[in-house]
């Protein structure tokens, strides 16, 4: 079992930042892909961003490439999103997830454990 807390939202303008974390407790962070997803008014939840164990390697929606940075730090047992650049169109609940699989994945089925989540809120 491992349990997620994420923190970090608020209501920002167009065009600032903001930095999401993801407080891992209980099975071993380090050992587990992450992933961050989020869920708009209305749409299904979508994937965001996804890490390995080590955090040598990442994967990106093609919509926040560029501008979204995920990473974690296994010594505090978190993991980040730095977001950039804010849209209106990122306006969501973001959510964090572990996954006890050993492959990176950007099916939210492919994860075992979830936070509550986080609301981010872009004003135009």
């Known amino acids: 079992q491992v349990q997620l807390v994420e923190s970090g939202g608020g209501l920002v303008q167009a065009g600032a930042s903001l930095r999401l974390s993801c407080a891992a407790s209980g099975r071993t962070f380090s050992g587990s892909v992450m992933g961050w997803f989020r869920q708009a008014p209305g749409k299904e939840r979508e994937f965001v961003a996804t890490?390995?164990?080590?955090?040598?390697?990442?994967v990106y929606a093609d919509s926040v490439k560029g501008r979204f940075t995920i990473s974690r730090d296994n010594a505090k047992n978190t993991m980040y999103l730095q977001m950039n650049s804010l849209k209106p169109e990122d306006t969501a609940v973001y959510y964090c997830?572990?996954?006890?699989?050993?492959?990176?994945?950007?099916?939210?089925?492919?994860?075992?454990?979830w936070g509550q989540g986080t609301q981010v809120t872009v004003s135009s």
């Open positions: 890490i390995t164990q080590s955090g040598g390697y990442t």
């Open positions: 997830a572990a996954s006890a699989g050993r492959a990176l994945t950007r099916d939210a089925y492919g994860y075992d454990y």
